[in-house]
């Protein structure tokens, strides 16, 4: 059966810049203090009225083009998401109505931050199996909108974005994903939670004055999680293949904090010149991190035909992931 390849890349964030200086101004926090503890410099929200099929819909058109595969060629969309246009239906949908992708079933994948690491894996295998034959995957969160403004330890980490990939089978042997590894613990749910606006806990005035119905965390439990757990993956996902982590030639992580991915970096032993990192651009955009990290990389010409990228995300379930490719 042939591998999955990746043979077009996208991505879109919204115009509007909010620096760490805008968010001064109504939360108390300092430019300094977000630099120092996470890298971020700024971030992307999204113009009113624009929804999270919208900034998808930008990304998977770029992709498409670069790939050279027209919306009615695509079989499968897969949209990793957790901030759809509306609780029902899903965001592929409307995805696939925008495109003009008739032939192509679609859904999405509910795994927050690896949410594009998961749609990813979800897509190869249709693809290995033979089943589709050109598929989209999409990573797009529009987290600005869950955010309780007035809480520093949450709003200053994220913005939006949307990123895009088109899968084929490969047309040449060995290359493409070799594979992708996702994981889950559940046990860990309550660290990342938007905890009201479910069945659990429906929204009420009282939940939405208390703004239960935005993104909670706890900070500290996320860190570590994710140092032990993007560690662990990769090294795992390696040793399937017999590779070394000092073969890999790019590694595209999440882009949730820069001390998390040092952290992890000197963990692994890989030298972080070979981490692309736009954290400082976007801050956490969840799903579409990852995605636009692997666009970036591809636009700017960094991925060499042979050469392995390792993708690594995680997020909010606890649930995380990677993939190993062939570029
Ligand atoms: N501005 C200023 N001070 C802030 C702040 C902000 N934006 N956010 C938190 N603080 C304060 C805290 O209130 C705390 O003050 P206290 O000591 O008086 O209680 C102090 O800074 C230190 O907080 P702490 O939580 O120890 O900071 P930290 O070094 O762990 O950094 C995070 C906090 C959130 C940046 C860090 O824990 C993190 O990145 N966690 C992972 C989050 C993540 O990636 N989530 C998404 C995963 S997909």
């Not at 996702?182 to 309550?190: N, P, S, V």
């Not at 939940?207 to 993956?233: D, P, W, Y």
Request: hydrophobic letters at 45%; charged letters at 20%; one cysteine or more.
């Amino acid at each position: 059966m042939p591998l999955a390849q990746i043979i077009g890349t996208g991505s879109y964030a919204p115009a509007q810049v909010i620096t760490n200086k805008d968010l001064e101004k109504f939360v108390d926090t300092s430019d300094e203090w977000i630099v120092e503890r996470t890298g971020i410099r700024e971030r992307r929200k999204a113009a009113p009225g624009e929804t999270t099929s919208d900034m998808a819909v930008a990304a998977a058109r770029e992709a498409l083009a670069m790939a050279g595969v027209r919306p009615e060629d695509l079989e499968l969309i897969v949209v990793g998401t957790i901030t759809a246009d509306m609780p029902m239906p899903s965001c592929a949908v409307f995805v696939q109505a925008k495109l003009g992708a008739g032939r192509a079933f679609a859904f999405d994948v509910a795994a927050a931050c690896a949410g594009g690491v998961y749609a990813l894996s979800v897509a190869e295998q249709f693809i290995r199996t033979g089943q589709v034959k050109r598929a989209l995957v999409i990573g797009a969160d529009l987290f600005t909108g869950v955010l309780n403004w007035n809480d520093r330890n949450t709003c200053v980490l994220f913005g939006d974005g949307a990123g895009a990939m088109v899968l084929a089978p490969a047309q040449e042997e060995g290359r493409g994903l070799l594979s992708t590894h996702l994981r889950t613990d559940g046990a860990l749910a309550e660290i990342l939670t938007i905890p009201a606006g479910g069945s659990r806990e429906p929204l009420t005035e009282e939940n939405i004055r208390t703004q239960r119905h935005k993104l909670n965390m706890n900070g500290r439990e996320v860190f570590k999680c994710a140092v032990r757990e993007l560690t662990s993956i990769t090294h795992e996902a390696l040793k399937v293949h017999g590779l070394t982590t000092s073969q890999v030639d790019h590694f595209i992580a999440h882009q949730a904090n820069l001390r998390i991915l040092e952290a992890v970096m000197q963990r692994i032993e890989i030298p972080l010149e070979k981490c692309w990192i736009n954290l400082d651009k976007y801050g956490n955009t969840s799903a579409a991190s990852v995605p636009i990290a692997l666009d970036e990389a591809n636009r700017a010409g960094r991925l060499k035909r042979g050469d392995i990228v390792v993708m690594v995300a995680i997020g909010s379930g606890m649930t995380w992931g990677c993939a190993v490719v062939r570029w």
